[in-house]
């Protein structure tokens, strides 16, 4: 028996599938914005900073990179109300989003600071710049540069992984999919419209960031 394709219930839901749509953007710019301001200070940390500090950062950077997504969600969202702090599911998935995406481009942003030449980082000095002028004016943005293509394929990675929120309860895209599903039981045209949304937005999320990258860089484009 042939399977008839039928995507006649998409005028019904679309409502429901845009508010998804709204919900996955509004995580991934929280999550990135702050997500990558987390991973300059801990790069700075583990490279320049304190040297106190370095092995907490460290820690951490390891203790996210080792663990499954999906469980880093649940110990914030089900474990820290043990502790007394209660978190909506956005709240949840936002922190968790920062906090993952802080670790991985933590390592990423590392990786470029340390292939700056060490001359660099004397001509700072040579200006009576300090330790932290120095790395800000003289160190971050050639590192950025170098490693830009590297931390947008992990932000679009992070969006990606986005999906698993739906897990507790956040109305994210995967969620609104596996509500419709449930109610027109066509799974696979469900699925399939799902999967061509998060491919477009994997898309575009990757063409801002070159945009951004271009604003924020551009005499590495000019090159």
Do not use: K
């Not at 394709?5 to 710019?29: K, M, R």
């Not at 914030?76 to 936002?94: K, V």
């Not at 986005?162 to 309860?169: D, H, K, N, R, Y």
């Not at 799974?187 to 575009?204: G, K, M, P, V």
């Amino acid at each position: 028996m042939r399977y008839q394709f039928d995507f006649g219930w998409l005028p019904q839901y679309w409502q429901l599938l845009a508010s998804g749509i709204g919900i996955t953007v509004q995580l991934i710019l929280v999550g990135a914005v702050f997500g990558i301001a987390l991973a300059i200070l801990c790069a700075w940390v583990r490279s320049e900073g304190p040297r106190w500090l370095r092995p907490l950062v460290a820690a951490y950077v390891e203790l996210i990179r080792n663990t499954p997504f999906l469980i880093q969600l649940f110990f914030i969202f089900f474990g820290l109300p043990s502790l007394g702090l209660q978190l909506g599911e956005l709240q949840a998935a936002n922190i968790a989003m920062v906090v993952n995406l802080g670790a991985y481009g933590c390592e990423i942003i590392r990786a470029g600071i340390q292939a700056t030449p060490r001359g660099q980082f004397e001509a700072g000095a040579s200006l009576a710049m300090t330790r932290l002028e120095t790395f800000r004016h003289v160190v971050l943005v050639p590192a950025l540069q170098r490693i830009w293509p590297a931390l947008s394929s992990q932000v679009v990675i992070v969006m990606l992984g986005s999906a698993v929120v739906s897990q507790i309860g956040a109305e994210d895209l995967t969620y609104a999919a596996s509500y419709i599903q449930s109610r027109n039981f066509r799974a696979f045209e469900t699925y399939i419209a799902s999967t061509l949304i998060y491919l477009a937005l994997a898309i575009l999320l990757r063409q801002a960031m070159a945009l951004l990258g271009a604003a924020i860089f551009p005499r590495r484009l000019a090159r």
